[in-house]
């Protein structure tokens, strides 16, 4: 490791963010949402522009409360977590529709988006975690 470090992460101020999957199967994901405002945020969606698959929620993400979505087999979850660490199962707020994102090998396209109007207007905190998963004998 050089005296710099190793850069374990990209920060991307963008609405559309490329996320590589160096792997060569499928990969789930640790979605993060967290609402640093003072509002309420409806229809949180993050949408893979590719596969045109999402995941949202229709109930309203509190004021400084997260959503934490993992879509990894065997292990998935919504999950979310109040100001006090409190912690309540969001699966029945899961929109029909909604898919458990699965990251394909080489780059995909997510997207953040609520219907409160241009998200630009929030503090809305986004974190995608991901392993790259390899397909073995």
């Known amino acids: ?8 992460g990209i920060y991307e101020p963008n609405r559309i963010v490329n996320v590589v999957n160096d792997g060569d199967g499928e990969s789930g994901l640790i979605i993060t949402i967290e ?14 522009i590719l596969s045109n698959e999402f995941i949202q929620f229709s109930e309203p993400l509190p004021a400084k409360n997260k959503i934490i979505v993992n ?10 977590v109040d100001e006090s ?33 241009n998200i630009d207007n929030y503090k809305l905190k986004v974190i995608i ?9």
């Not at 640093?36 to 893979?48: E, G």
């Not at 065997?74 to 999950?79: E, F, G």
């Not at 975690?129 to 004998?137: A, F, P, S, T």
């Open 1 to 8: 490791i050089n005296k710099n470090g190793v850069n374990s």
């Open 35 to 48: 609402n640093m405002s003072d509002n309420d945020i409806l229809f949180i969606t993050v949408h893979d």
């Open 71 to 80: 879509t990894n087999k065997h292990n998935k979850s919504a999950v979310c």
């Open 85 to 117: 660490g409190n912690v309540n199962n969001w699966l029945n707020y899961l929109v029909t529709g909604s898919t458990w994102l699965q990251l394909k090998p080489g780059t995909n396209k997510l997207r953040c988006s609520t219907t409160n109007g």
């Open 129 to 137: 975690e991901h392993e790259n998963n390899y397909i073995g004998v």
